[in-house]
């Protein structure tokens, strides 16, 4: 036991001491940490876009200018909510509030289910000064105060000496060198770069597509119709979307008013909505339904499963190339002459594990700094979740899977290791394991979405899949008789295999020249001795 | 003498139809410095590996230390294998001491010896260093300390010399003689004559996997008479009339410049009492004028040859 820890020690120390290590524990950190950061900044570092309205027609730039109007409020109204969320004051199990409050969650409940309505609702009702007014009680005391989001698209008049009369084809050919960035126009004094050109032709009206104009449309001569966008940069789509939905709207009423349709009856009507609620059977009335935590909870599995897949993929880097150093450098004679070939795998065994166990403890824990050096709206909510996480019995699953999980793949790889002599070879031979542990990974959603279906039951009794399926599986209630009757399975499994690996690496460990055929290996599990 | 170190009794190994090692049988005593010699190929390393309990004898018996199994006793054995090998990344005075750990010493004493020993044998500056930083000579002598760090009472070297420049071969074989002087018995294998000579007690020879000898030096040397050889232009033939010669042969010169002068090299192998005055004697009263008399014991390189030279040949031809 000692020489097995002394072993276990040095692998430890000298995996610890390499680069590659290193590069796996601060990697995912600093790359998450980069995703979380850019991602969050990058909603607001969207440069502001200028843009052109030309409308020949006289009739739907109004509606183009309330489109944009209407985005940038979608804008203001998106960061209220957050900040809404972030400064709340905690209600906690406190007794149903007050109308008000009533108020600010059917905002909050509005914006969540359909945004479109809540848009008009929250315009309606006055906008951000009424709601910032409306949620004052509610905020906590030391609250920041609410900065608006700056606009992003500013509307800019066209050159002096653009006939805006002009057909729709000249004005273009006269905008292109701007549009293209090639010049530049002035507003406020200052050059900026023209971002799309929005021409509203004086026929536009003619080009309106009915149920019964389909076959116009698809006799298109190839020139555009209805309004034209023109941008450099079509992969931003929020400009010409909110132009399409609100032009689109404005269509319809001018329709409905024609047929002679209420617009207000309409209107309701489309905001009318029965609510679904999710509910969870396995708790108690009341608590039944299903909140975001929960939900993610569901989910939750699915992240371990990665973090075991991740994990073993690093240590399986271990396993290799440290048997396969000591054995091309033949060291591992001088090591048989101080210790059992048993000692050794067992060292070694026990020492890459560890490595693979600090680095995801190493995640876990800059996790957690993350978290504490950088609170905001979003991490409050991984808090929330972190929560759940913990009190949830998914802990220890993930602790039992990983270890049996790592114990039945290491085993293999190291009988691998110790038959090869280079990198080179053991890639070869550990190309078919490599493609039984992304069966696990590519079926993982589909397991999640039916955790007790036939695929996971199945999947669950084959012992290579059964840490990731039942892992994958853990938060749906699996059927006793799983649970129990594939730990079994996957415990007598695990020991069979780190028992004929042991064999294995005994012979395989002094050979040289070439890896064996299967037929050899054969002869080796059955062979005691060497 | 003392009870032996170690006993190989009609040792046999065979891979498929190749024997390896066959029917060896070996008794070592304490304290002795022991040369396992024999061409490439001839089963050394096998031997040393079953000595070892690395690949087990397929039949026949070992006893190490008192013991069946080398891996009863293997804290009290120190081993340096054929092919040298160390982590590259580790320093050089942690990888001393992790393998002494390994036979069981404290890590503090461990350490202590590591650099002890570089200190001794002219390491101490690259103590700190990492084994890839080093060539392979530093390497190897790293090797060899490492597996000496423990003070084993049996320390079995499987060709301990090769890859060393002369001077590092001299330490080494200082080292050794250190060893054999505490005590300590030392197998080693090689093919180079020279450190069989001056290190070892006792020897075997072996080929093919089979022992052809097994004693001390003197008994080797015994084995190819004693032999003269002289350089002269003058017609030696009546030498071999004289008693106590055995055979004369001509040999091919040395270099060139002494055929173009006329003169030939002769050997001439005397018996094991004969008195080579006799012979110097001879030609003097014959008139024969002698520009070289040299006689020497046959080497052990010439026992080597005259051992295994042809088996050895007909081997690296197969």
Redesign the interface.
């Known amino acids: 036991m000692r020489?097995t820890l002394?072993?276990a020690w040095?692998e430890f120390m000298?995996n610890v001491?390499?680069k590659g290590f290193w590069i796996g524990v601060l990697l995912v950190p600093i790359v998450f940490f980069l995703i979380f950061h850019i991602s969050s900044r990058l909603a607001t570092a969207t440069p502001t876009r200028y843009f052109m309205l030309i409308d020949q027609s006289g009739e739907y730039g109004g509606a183009v200018a309330t489109a944009i109007s209407r985005e940038h409020q979608r804008q203001v109204m998106q960061e209220f909510m957050r900040y809404l969320q972030a400064n709340r004051v905690d209600m906690g199990g406190a007794p149903p509030p007050q109308a008000p409050a009533n108020q600010l969650d059917q905002l909050l409940d509005d914006f969540g289910n359909d945004e479109v309505s809540a848009l008009d609702d929250w315009l309606s009702n006055g906008g951000l000064d009424m709601a910032l007014q409306m949620a004052r009680p509610y905020l906590r005391e030391d609250a920041p105060p609410f900065t608006p989001p700056r606009r992003q698209f500013i509307a800019i008049d066209p050159p002096a000496d653009l006939d805006t009369s002009a057909p729709p084809q000249t004005i273009v050919e006269y905008m292109r060198p701007y549009l293209n960035g090639e010049r530049r126009l002035q507003h406020d004094g200052t050059a900026v770069p023209l971002f799309a050109l929005i021409l509203v032709p004086a026929n536009v009206a003619g080009d309106v597509v009915r149920p019964d104009s389909l076959e116009r449309l698809m006799l298109s001569d190839g020139t555009p119709s209805g309004v034209q966008y023109w941008a450099a940069n079509l992969t931003d789509t929020r400009l010409p979307n909110a132009i399409q939905a609100s032009l689109n709207n404005t269509i319809r009423q001018q329709e409905f008013t024609a047929q002679g349709i209420d617009i207000q009856a309409v209107r309701d009507i489309q905001r009318t909505r029965l609510p679904l609620s999710r509910l969870d059977p396995g708790k108690q009335l009341g608590e039944a339904e299903v909140s975001m935590a929960d939900t993610f909870r569901q989910w939750a599995p699915m992240g371990f499963v990665y973090l075991i897949f991740i994990s073993l993929m690093q240590s399986v880097q271990y396993l290799l190339s440290n048997t396969i150093?000591?054995k091309?450098?033949?060291?591992i004679?001088?090591?048989?002459?101080?210790?059992?070939p048993g000692e050794l795998m067992m060292g070694k065994l026990l020492g890459i594990g560890a490595t693979g166990i600090t680095t995801i403890l190493a995640w876990i824990t800059s996790f957690f700094v993350f978290l504490q050096l950088y609170q905001t709206v979003e991490t409050a909510a991984i808090v929330q979740i972190l929560d759940v996480l913990l009190s949830s019995d998914l802990i220890p699953y993930f602790v039992f899977y990983y270890l049996c999980c790592y114990a039945l793949y290491a085993g293999i790889f190291l009988a691998i290791g110790s038959l090869c002599n280079t990198l080179k070879e053991a890639q070869s031979l550990i190309m078919p394991l490599i493609m039984i542990l992304i069966v696990p990974v590519l079926t993982m959603s589909f397991v999640a979405q039916d955790p007790n279906g036939t695929m996971a039951r199945v999947m669950s009794w084959i012992p290579l899949f059964t840490p990731f399926t039942m892992m994958n599986r853990a938060a749906a209630q699996p059927p006793m008789v799983d649970v129990v009757g594939t730990t079994i399975v996957l415990v007598l499994t695990t020991i069979a295999v780190l028992w004929l690996s042991g064999r294995i690496f005994r012979q395989g460990i002094?050979r040289t020249g070439q890896p064996p055929r299967i037929v050899e290996v054969w002869r080796m599990l059955r062979r005691r001795?060497? | 003498m003392s009870t032996p170190v170690l006993t190989l009794e009609n040792v046999t190994k065979r891979y498929g139809d190749f024997t390896a090692v066959d029917q060896i049988n070996l008794s070592i005593p304490q304290g002795s410095v022991y040369g396992f010699l024999g061409p490439n190929g001839a089963g050394k390393t096998t031997t040393i590996?079953m000595i070892?309990d690395?690949?087990?004898p397929d039949t026949g018996h070992i006893d190490v230390l008192g013991h069946r199994s080398?891996?009863d006793v293997?804290h009290r054995?120190g081993?340096?294998?054929e092919?040298?090998?160390?982590?590259?990344?580790?320093k050089v005075w942690a990888i001393i001491s992790?393998?002494a750990?390994?036979?069981g010493m404290s890590r503090s004493a461990a350490r202590h010896k590591a650099f002890e020993l570089l200190e001794r044998y002219g390491l101490k500056d690259f103590a700190e260093s990492s084994i890839e930083s080093l060539s392979k000579g530093m390497g190897q002598k790293v090797?060899v300390l490492?597996?000496i760090a423990h003070e084993p009472e049996l320390v079995i070297l499987d060709e301990p010399f090769s890859g060393l420049d002369p001077v590092n071969q001299e330490v080494l074989e200082q080292l050794i003689k250190d060893l054999s002087a505490n005590g300590q018995t030392v197998i080693f294998s090689t093919h180079i004559m020279q450190h069989a000579e001056r290190l070892c007690q006792r020897l075997l020879l072996i080929t093919q996997g089979r022992k052809v000898f097994d004693g001390t030096v003197s008994e080797a040397h015994a084995i190819i008479p004693r032999r003269v050889v002289l350089e002269t232009r003058g017609d030696i033939h009546s030498v071999r009339a004289l008693d106590g010669v055995l055979s004369v042969q001509e040999q091919p010169p040395e270099d060139g410049s002494a055929r173009a002068n006329g003169i030939r090299q002769w050997e001439l192998y005397v018996k094991e009492q004969a008195d080579p005055q006799q012979i110097l004697q001879h030609c003097f009263e014959n008139g024969v004028s002698l520009s070289r008399f040299d006689f020497t014991q046959a080497s052990l390189h010439d026992v080597f040859v005259h051992l295994v030279g042809k088996e050895a040949r007909e081997h690296n031809f197969r």
Request: hydrophobic share 45%; no cysteine.
């Open positions: 020489v002394l072993i040095r000298e001491k390499t150093e000591e091309s450098n033949r060291i004679e001088v090591l048989l002459a101080s210790v059992t002094l001795r060497v | 590996r070892l690395i690949i087990r080398a891996m293997r054995i081993y340096l294998p092919e040298k090998g160390l982590y590259k990344k580790m992790y393998f750990t390994l036979k090797q490492a597996s």
